[in-house]
C-alpha cells in the first residue's frame, strides 16, 4: 500500500532495537472537525500507555486527508473513520496504528516493525479491533 509523504518524513528508527513509533491523536469535541495527530518515538521496554489498533486497511486509492505534525496526508477512509471515532474530546489519545507508525516505504523497517508486531499487540493497554 502506498501512502504519500509530503513534507512529513519519517526519522529512521533503530532496527537493533525494540523502537517503534506511536501516534498522538489530538482531542476535538467536534465529530467532524479534521483529524490532528503527532507521531512519537518510543520502545517496547520503556512506554507510554497505549492501544493498537487492528482494522481492514480498505482501497488505497479511496483516501481522506488528516493532519499529521501540520501536514497533510492521505490515509484510507477505513483509517480516516476509525480515528474520528477513536478521538477523544477533551484529551489525547496514544495508539499505535500500523499504517502510520511504519515508514511504509521503507521494507527494512517494515520488516523490522512486523517482527515486533506480536510485541507491540502485547504491550498495549488494549487492542481495538
Not at 45 to 55: I, W
Not at 56 to 76: F, K, M, Y
Not at 105 to 125: F, N, P, T, W
Request: glycine share 4%.
Amino acid at each position: 500500500m502506498a501512502y504519500d509523504l509530503p513534507a512529513f518524513g519519517y526519522h529512521e528508527l533503530d532496527h537493533e532495537s525494540r523502537a517503534f513509533r506511536l501516534m498522538r491523536l489530538l482531542p476535538s469535541v467536534d465529530f467532524d472537525a479534521e483529524i490532528c495527530c503527532e507521531l512519537f518515538e518510543s520502545s517496547l521496554d520503556n512506554c507510554p500507555r497505549y492501544e493498537a489498533l487492528s482494522y481492514v486497511w480498505g482501497d488505497a486509492n479511496i483516501t481522506v486527508p488528516i493532519q499529521l505534525h501540520d501536514t497533510t496526508r492521505s490515509v484510507t477512509t477505513n483509517l480516516g473513520l476509525a480515528l474520528r471515532y477513536l478521538r477523544l474530546a477533551e484529551e489525547e489519545r496514544i495508539v499505535w496504528v500500523d499504517a502510520l507508525g511504519i515508514n511504509q516505504a521503507d521494507s527494512l523497517e517494515k520488516d523490522h516493525q512486523v517482527r515486533q508486531m506480536r510485541s507491540i499487540y502485547a504491550g498495549a493497554e488494549r487492542v481495538i479491533v
